[in-house]
């Protein structure tokens, strides 16, 4: 089971980035998905996160600015970056529960940059 977060990219202010997260592998259900994000020198935390049947929550910080989505016949979770700003340089992870042939387990994709900078 592998999670490949994608889309990352370097954005002036106020611009827009749409980040994807896939899940791959013999796969048999999964529960609830996130996005985390880690600058430097500080710790990493929850971004956005949505339950299978599609309730999210945000970070104060990004609410009303991003929106999380997920498309489960694709195993797949989205990110929509709206009115970036500097202080949402980071690196960010997508972060899956799931069940798998492995059993239960939680998974981690391999972080995409995002840079919002002038």
């Known amino acids: 089971v592998q999670l490949q977060a994608s889309g990352g990219g370097s954005v002036q202010p106020g611009g827009s980035l749409r980040l994807s997260c896939a899940a791959s592998?013999?796969?048999?259900?999964?529960?609830?998905m996130g996005w985390y994000r880690q600058a430097p020198g500080k710790q990493r935390e929850l971004v956005a996160a949505i339950t299978s049947g599609g309730s999210t929550n945000y970070a104060d910080s990004v609410k009303g600015r991003f929106t999380v989505s997920r498309d489960n016949a694709k195993n797949t979770m989205y990110l929509q970056m709206n009115s970036l700003k500097p202080e949402d340089t980071a690196v960010y992870y997508c972060n899956a529960g799931l069940d798998s042939w492995a059993g239960r387990g939680d998974y981690w994709g391999q972080g995409t940059q995002v840079t919002v900078s002038s």
């Open positions: 592998g013999t796969i048999f259900s999964i529960n609830t």
